[in-house]
């Protein structure tokens, strides 16, 4: 019998300047998402997009998320990978 598989898809999210405090950013996708923080010395965030049926599709979920919480996410984040 094979493990289940989590649901939906994953992506990282890396802080472009480990300096700077995305506490509220973060807090606000995991109101929706379950996030992790994977590496501490330059910040990267796993996020399962749950109702993401595609990479591509939860990249572009992310990123309009993002758009909702913060316009200038760009400045903080880089934009969004696919984890395959």
């Given at each position: 019998?094979?493990?289940?598989?989590?649901?939906g898809?994953?992506?990282?999210?890396?802080?472009?300047?480990?300096?700077?405090?995305?506490?509220?950013?973060?807090?606000?996708?995991?109101?929706?998402y379950?996030?992790?923080?994977?590496?501490?010395?330059?910040?990267?965030?796993?996020?399962?997009i749950?109702?993401?049926?595609?990479?591509?599709?939860a990249?572009?979920?992310?990123?309009?998320?993002?758009?909702?919480?913060?316009?200038?996410?760009?400045?903080?984040?880089?934009w969004p990978?696919?984890?395959?």
């Amino acid at each position: 019998m094979e493990p289940p598989q989590p649901k939906g898809c994953l992506v990282e999210l890396r802080l472009l300047e480990g300096d700077q405090d995305v506490g509220e950013v973060i807090e606000a996708i995991r109101e929706r998402y379950d996030v992790q923080l994977v590496n501490q010395d330059g910040p990267v965030y796993r996020v399962n997009i749950d109702d993401a049926r595609f990479p591509h599709e939860a990249v572009i979920t992310l990123a309009s998320r993002l758009d909702e919480i913060d316009m200038a996410w760009g400045e903080r984040f880089a934009w969004p990978k696919a984890i395959y």
